[in-house]
């Protein structure tokens, strides 16, 4: 999976990546479970009428994760629930520091209704580059979904766009323990479905050091180093690019959990103003 591009469908990926590793197979069968999202999402879509799949980019790669996993996790999982087709970035490898193909000029987000980042970037600090992929962003309106690792991708950098364009910034994160998640906005189409109160297994929190204003936190934990609570679940806005992030997700157990997978896919679906405000699916978007 490192060090190429490539164009998946669901239908192919279990047979040509999940079986192959072991150990992947149970993780892969937990995350295209269905959920109490799926059997919302039910016939929603309407006879004789079939919008366009969702055209998503998938970046991924760097260190510290297992990014090959979470690349037979993550996308399968959330075209089990939407229709939406992937392309998939994993060009870096296991660097922290390559300067990706893609993100030489800016054409790249044209063609795409979302962009969804779950890497880790953390070396690379030129301000150039960042600034070029933030104002794709900015220029275009094309949404992105921010995921774990790539929250804290170019913090190292004296450039601050990418937490311009997360809404958020942090530089460092707790030692790995469960968190009992809180949703600070419940009536938010984002978290509809989601526990109240979530115990997670270990994760990490990351500590928020600064907030732009059009940030709103969906959801908190409490954090026993600082004794403070951080966001881990927000939106933000750059222009007219809408957001979703969440610090969530270090562990692939964590992907794989299906109120997991139907968080993230409820972030993406709003990103994309296809998400209804009881948070399902807009009609035609839900997987058949």
Not at 18 to 40: M, T, W, Y
Not at 189 to 202: A, E, H, L, S, Y
Request: hydrophobic residues 40%; charged residues 20%; proline residues 6%.
């Amino acid at each position: 999976m490192d060090g190429r591009t490539s164009r998946c469908s669901v239908a192919t990926w279990l047979s040509a990546r999940g079986a192959s590793r072991p150990g992947q197979l149970a993780l892969v069968a937990a995350a295209l479970a269905f959920s109490a999202f799926s059997s919302l999402a039910v016939g929603l879509v309407p006879q004789g009428a079939s919008p366009a799949p969702i055209k998503a980019l998938y970046v991924t790669g760097g260190g510290f994760h297992d990014f090959s996993t979470q690349e037979t996790i993550l996308p399968p999982g959330i075209a089990q629930r939407i229709r939406i087709d992937w392309t998939i970035d994993h060009s870096a490898g296991k660097s922290t520091e390559v300067l990706i193909d893609r993100h030489k000029t800016t054409d790249w987000a044209k063609v795409f209704d979302v962009v969804v980042y779950n890497m880790s970037f953390s070396n690379v600090v030129d301000p150039a580059w960042i600034e070029r992929i933030t104002g794709a962003h900015r220029a275009t309106g094309v949404p992105a979904v921010i995921l774990h690792g790539a929250v804290h991708s170019y913090r190292r950098s004296e450039s601050k766009a990418w937490g311009e364009l997360m809404g958020a910034f942090s530089m460092r994160h707790d030692t790995q323990r469960p968190l009992t998640i809180e949703v600070a906005a419940k009536d938010h189409p984002i978290m509809r479905g989601f526990p109240d109160k979530w115990q997670t297994i270990n994760e990490e929190l990351y500590e928020i050091e600064r907030v732009w204003p059009a940030m709103t936190p969906l959801a908190r934990a409490y954090s026993e180093e600082t004794k403070k609570r951080d966001p881990v679940i927000w939106i933000n806005t750059l222009g007219k690019a809408r957001v979703f992030v969440t610090s969530l997700g270090h562990q692939n157990d964590m992907m794989a959990n299906p109120i997991y997978l139907d968080l993230v896919t409820r972030g993406l679906l709003w990103t994309v103003d296809k998400l209804r405000a009881d948070g399902t699916p807009a009609a035609g978007y839900a997987a058949r």
